[in-house]
């Protein structure tokens, strides 16, 4: 079998399956580890797909479809639950912190401290409903033109946010890279910047199957962030490059 034929069948299942992993292509081919991992490499420097550690998973869209509700904030994969728990313990007795409309930020409501008093605002009517009846917690909801998904990212909201001050905010994005962080829109990568501006401390939510990734619209560059929690499964290389820019990682587990 020629190398161009291997790649399109692992192309094939990496559309089929949402992930391949390389130990299993090199038993199916009968190929070592190392020449399937070169196969990974090359198919990711065209833009293929984007390797993690031991294997691949496709490459995303610069622009993409928002997830639906059911979809985004389900139960979340371990990685995201790893990194929910890990920003959930920065929360300090009296704070106030921003959360998103992301599907991690949903994840973190299982880790938030129940134990202080604490302050929430929040863009995602989702969030927002969830938080409403706990007494520990203080919620607001950001206003501005509600969307068919419960968020609101306009102008109006822009205007609203700057009001307030924030000693938190968890950021993320569908891509985050060298670049900074980045989405699908411009109004949503705006109303981030728009948020963070305000914020005393900036929290990188990055699972590993975001870093290395760069969308349509950048939010926020990389240079603002204090903390960046990603997981076990991110390329040493990206948390290198991301240490040696003086940022704090955190590799939660």
């Known amino acids: ?13 990496l559309i089929y399956k949402g ?31 984007k390797r993690t550690h031991g294997g691949a998973i496709p490459m995303a869209k610069a622009r993409t479809e928002a997830r639906p509700n059911h979809e985004r904030y389900g139960n979340g994969t ?21 959360m998103g409309s992301a599907g991690i930020h949903y994840t973190m409501l299982s880790y938030l401290p129940s134990n202080i008093r604490f302050t929430v605002v ?9 938080l ?25 909201a822009n205007e609203f946010i700057r009001q307030f001050t924030f000693d938190t ?17 411009p109004e949503v990568a705006s109303f981030g910047r728009a948020v963070s501006e305000v914020s005393r401390m900036k929290i990188c939510l990055a699972p590993h199957y975001k870093v290395g990734m760069n969308l349509f619209a950048q939010s926020l560059g990389l240079k603002h962030i204090d903390i ?11 948390i290198n490059d991301i240490e040696a820019m003086g940022i704090k990682v955190v590799v939660a587990n």
């Open 1 to 13: 079998m020629f190398s161009e034929e291997r790649r399109q069948l692992i192309l094939n299942q």
């Open 19 to 49: 992930r391949v992993i390389a130990k299993e292509l090199a038993d199916e081919f009968s190929l070592s580890i190392d020449s399937i991992r070169r196969d990974l490499t090359i198919m990711e420097e065209k833009g293929l797909l």
């Open 78 to 98: 371990k990685y995201d639950h790893a990194i929910a728990k890990a920003a959930s313990s920065y929360i300090n007795p009296g704070d106030t912190v921003f």
């Open 122 to 130: 929040t863009n995602c009517l989702v969030i927002a409903d969830k």
């Open 132 to 156: 409403k009846d706990v007494e520990t917690i203080e919620t607001y909801f950001v206003g501005g033109k509600l969307k068919k998904s419960g968020n609101v990212t306009d102008s109006i």
């Open 169 to 185: 905010v968890f950021v993320t994005g569908g891509g985050i890279s060298s670049r900074g962080i980045s989405t699908a829109t």
């Open 228 to 238: 960046f929690i990603t997981d076990e499964e991110t390329e040493k290389q990206h």
